[in-house]
């Protein structure tokens, strides 16, 4: 099952679910394999609100989930 990202719309506030996979393959970024990231590399995506119709920039946290080590 992908990973999947919840965010509130900055705009609206509804929340929006993204799958992870899409956004980094949509994003040109795509790897087959594992990817290792550290703890402050930071994936910044800009999508639509599935509400709303407006677009809003949301981070990812890097490497182990976004967890602390």
């Known amino acids: ?3 999947f990202i919840n965010m509130d719309c900055t705009h609206c506030g509804k929340p929006n679910r993204f ?4 956004l980094r ?4 970024s795509l790897v087959k394999g594992v990817v290792y990231r550290g703890d ?14 407006r677009k ?3 981070p990812v946290k ?3 989930n976004g967890k602390k080590k």
Do not use: I, S
Not at 25 to 28: E, P, V, Y
Not at 41 to 52: A, K, L, P, S
């Open 56 to 58: 809003f920039k949301f």
């Open 25 to 28: 393959k949509n994003d040109g």
């Open 19 to 22: 799958d992870l996979a899409e």
């Open 40 to 53: 402050k590399e930071d994936e910044v995506f800009e999508e639509t609100c599935q509400h709303c119709g």
């Open 62 to 64: 890097g490497g182990n």
């Open 1 to 3: 099952m992908p990973p």
